[in-house]
């Protein structure tokens, strides 16, 4: 059962307009979100986060925004620019239950190709 | 640089041979985790280490042992390696913070095995 779900595998946007990364989640024991990003022959890299407390969160061009009642959050790239062609993973974890080792549980991931 | 360093990078093994891939973290983390991915299935969970000393289970554990040998490092090994065992292995390592801290991963650049 994939407790972490990003629907869509691809994505292209033409450079300069607006990236929107979908990503649903079913474990309501989730309280901290996390987008990773990841190059060809690289590990992921962390890119932005938001905990259960909050709706948004911004870093730059990069905003997720999460809707609890829906279990859905969504990664905002605005402007897009060809960099930031890569694969992007949504990983969920349970952060503040004061036990466990903070397991991170990842979607399968959307590649974006931004257009120049 | 600090980081989470993997070797080897690239490895092609025989059905049944076994082999063991090293991780270190220079970070003073706590834990430590393994990471396989394979196309369309995201990044699963092998073998985790909460501390120095304890290690668990993740979701796709068989076929698999791991070895906390002290802070610094955390070792996957396949004892009789198969054809399914061919896949990308991610190492990461992660500090909690009791804050609004980042709850992310720091990954390696990653093992690329394949079982022929």
């Known amino acids: 059962d994939q407790q972490v779900k990003q629907n869509s595998p691809s994505l292209s946007v033409q450079e300069g307009r607006i990236s929107i990364l979908n990503c649903d989640y079913t474990n309501s024991m989730f309280d901290y979100f996390l987008w990773y990003k990841k190059y060809p022959a690289e590990g992921p890299t962390f890119l932005i986060s938001?905990?259960?407390?909050?709706d948004k969160n911004e870093d730059g061009r990069f905003t997720v925004f999460l809707n609890k009642s829906a279990k859905h959050l969504s990664l905002h790239i605005v402007p897009s620019q060809p960099g930031d062609s890569a694969v992007y993973f949504c990983a969920a974890t349970n952060a503040y239950s004061g036990a466990g080792s903070y397991q991170l549980t990842f979607g399968k991931g959307t590649k974006l190709s931004v257009i120049p | 640089n600090a980081g989470v360093t993997q070797t080897p990078k690239f490895q092609v093994l025989k059905t049944g041979q076994s082999m063991t891939l090293q991780c270190a973290q220079d970070?003073?983390?706590?834990?430590m985790y393994w990471y396989r991915q394979d196309p369309g299935m995201g990044l699963r969970l092998i073998y985790y280490s909460a501390s120095e000393g304890t290690t668990d289970k993740g979701e796709v554990p068989n076929g698999y042992n791991v070895s906390r040998l002290n802070k610094r490092e955390f070792s996957l090994r396949l004892e009789s390696a198969a054809p399914s065992q061919t896949s990308v292995y991610f190492c990461?390592?992660?500090?909690?913070?009791?804050?609004?801290?980042?709850?992310?991963?720091?990954f390696g650049s990653g093992t690329r095995l394949t079982v022929v």
């Open positions: 970070m003073n983390h706590n834990s």
């Open positions: 938001i905990s259960s407390i909050k």
């Open positions: 990461a390592s992660m500090e909690r913070d009791r804050g609004e801290g980042n709850y992310g991963y720091t």
